[in-house]
């Protein structure tokens, strides 16, 4: 019997194993249809030469052809930049704009985004975000929504005047979601602190990026964040914290986790490996220091926290096990562009509230913590599965498909070089594939790079021969209910 696509001779990799050396994985139809130790042969034979085979990068939490980043990446770039990261499922979002309560509308209405230009690259699904619940939207049309597309995870924010939402809103949405097996996500900062820190920065013309940090403080990540558990308690159902940047706001969690409360946690490279630092002009790695207004490329939300400390603090939530997911939070703008990070210049004068925020990083998200965790032995080869695929891909009811290397799975894979087959080498942003004029990393080393980034048994990446060499072959997935969760407690019978 031959296969579409034999890989051999490599160490895979699934989050509980690292199965020995010598098993053939073989795949035809895009599917997992033998992994054995008997050689096999395919049409196609990838020969893994020791390196590390995992199960494709699932990227939970990606901002793509979004409105309030005109600059920023489309479905196509986007998702070629994921597949030359070793991505091959992402997470998007669909947002419901004010007024509009026809949620199946919505969702078409990114269908048309994601399918322009050619499609994208690597699979993906899409978040909700809901901006204004009415009571009627979310009977009628949100169990419409989550039947018809498959949806089955909602953001909400307790910041941003756009999609800030109260503690009651977000009661209203919990309880909805619980009755729906929707997982809720949570941009937990607490809004009216930054609020007024803002207009005591704007009195005093503190305008810089750098100002940015000041204005949104660990204190108001750790507060909302408690004021969120504390919700979720409420309701009994399952939450996730979204893109946690502090020690102290991770705190919360682990004791709701303690405490037997399925509350689960997400960060980002930019809260491992960046600090605040960043966003001073003449700082870091930034070469030239004439732009007085290059700090504005790391404004995001949560912000770059303060010292390495604060770094130490999220590795080490992460390494015992408090954080569920990484996540890129790739929300990229462009920089030198006037509806860019340069948006916030105006004649000359900085207003880094008006600086889109967000940075790229779908196609470092891997790299970053394959190199710096588990190159380094800060992680194991199972936990970076865990974090980076498998965890994802059950938190949003994925697991049938993507997320491990099993018979019967999609046959998507990152497959890595050996160690230090590969020379040590600075990063550039031309050597990416985003349609972003600046990485926040640039100037790190890597050690190690996706070597081949598989879909569904498609060698859409080959960094050695081609590059990206696969074609705009990604399927809208449908997802099922998480499979993180336990069966919840009986609901309070007032909120029947
Ligand atoms: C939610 O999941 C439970 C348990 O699997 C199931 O009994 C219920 O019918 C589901 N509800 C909806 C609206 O899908
Ligand atoms: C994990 O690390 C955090 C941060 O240091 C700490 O607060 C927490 O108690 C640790 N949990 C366990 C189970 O070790």
Redesign the pocket.
Known sequence: MSYDLVIYNGLVVTAADILPKSVYIGVNNGIIETITTAKITGKKEIDAEGGYIMPGGVDSHVHIDQDNAPAGDNFESGSKSAIAGGTTTMIPFAIQPKKEYDLIKVVEEYHGRANKNGGSYCDYGFHLIISEPTQEMLEISF?EVVEKESITSVKVYTTYPRYKLSDEQLLQILLTNR???VTTMVHAENSDIIDFINKRLSEKKLTQPFYHTVSRPQIAEDEASYRAISLAKMIDVPMLLVHMSCESALDHVKKAQTDLFPIFAETCPQYLFLTGDNLKHDCCNHGNHDDKFQGAKYICSPPLRSTQKDLEGVWKHLINGTITVFSSDHAPSKYDHPLGKKKGLINGIPHFKDVPNGLPGIETRLPLLFCYGVETGRITPQKFVELTSTNPAKLYGLSESKGSIGVGMDADFTIWYPKNKINKFELKNEMLHHSIDYTPFEGMEFTNWPRYTILRGNVCFDRDNGGVIGGQIGSYLKRK?STLAGPMKPLNPIFE
Request: aromatic residues 0%; hydrophobic residues 20%.
């Open positions: 169990p009755k729906n097996n209910a």
